[in-house]
């Protein structure tokens, strides 16, 4: 596990290491497909965009990477430039949306057909104005509460269905040399997951 962790750690740094701007991390687990094939599965989106003086600020570069519980480790960063990459302020001043597509997989098998992610970061501290500035969205993710979304792709095989459902874990915007520690995390999270998952399917 701490293996794949740290394979994690050098996809993540080697694919943002030239792009400059404003990071964004999240770490999470997958809900899992109807046959809960993919359940515990953990991810880590890293982002850099650049911050606005509207509602919405651009993405420059984003790498997603799921070490899926049936094995293997997979890694997306090639962002799709003709459909939207970004992280906006949402109107109620509660809600940070990131939106993003990739163009497939590093290995050209998964999400070629489309690659899709939605994530709804929730705070119940409201953001002064609707701008997506730097001030602004880290408050709304350093307060948040509730971390959710969807992953789309499609082909989807080895996992179990193409839109999988994401469960992020609510967390200060860190220091990029933190990046390691949150990828451990996430997949020492995705095993509780499962230990819990397997102790209620034998209590029922």
């Known amino acids: 596990m701490l293996r794949t962790a740290l394979g994690m750690v050098l996809a993540l740094t080697t694919g943002l290491a030239s792009v400059r701007?404003?990071?964004?991390?999240f770490i999470g687990t997958l809900e899992g497909a109807g046959l809960g094939t993919d359940a515990g599965s953990s991810w880590v989106l890293m982002l850099q965009y650049t911050p606005s003086a509207t509602a919405v600020a651009a993405v420059t570069q984003a790498t997603m990477t799921v070490n899926r519980v049936g094995?293997?480790?997979?890694?997306?960063?090639?962002?799709d430039g003709t459909k939207t990459n970004a992280v906006s302020v949402l109107a109620n001043l509660n809600t940070l949306r990131v939106r993003l597509n990739w163009t497939g997989d590093q290995s050209s098998t998964l999400g070629?057909?489309?690659s899709s992610l939605i994530l709804t970061v929730v705070s119940p501290t409201a953001s002064p104005t609707q701008v997506a500035s730097k001030q602004n969205v880290n408050q709304l993710v350093n307060t948040a509460?509730?971390?959710?979304?969807?992953?789309?792709?499609d082909p989807f095989a080895p996992f179990g269905e193409s839109e999988q459902a994401l469960v992020g874990v609510?967390?200060?915007v860190p220091e990029p040399g933190s990046l390691a520690v949150l990828a451990v995390a996430s997949v020492l999270m995705g095993r509780r997951y499962l230990s819990s998952r397997k102790g209620k399917q034998q209590t029922s």
């Open 21 to 25: 701007g404003e990071p964004l991390y």
């Open 71 to 79: 094995g293997g480790s997979y890694t997306w960063s090639g962002l």
């Open 112 to 114: 070629t057909n489309g």
């Open 145 to 153: 509460t509730n971390i959710t979304g969807t992953f789309d792709f």
């Open 170 to 172: 609510p967390q200060a």
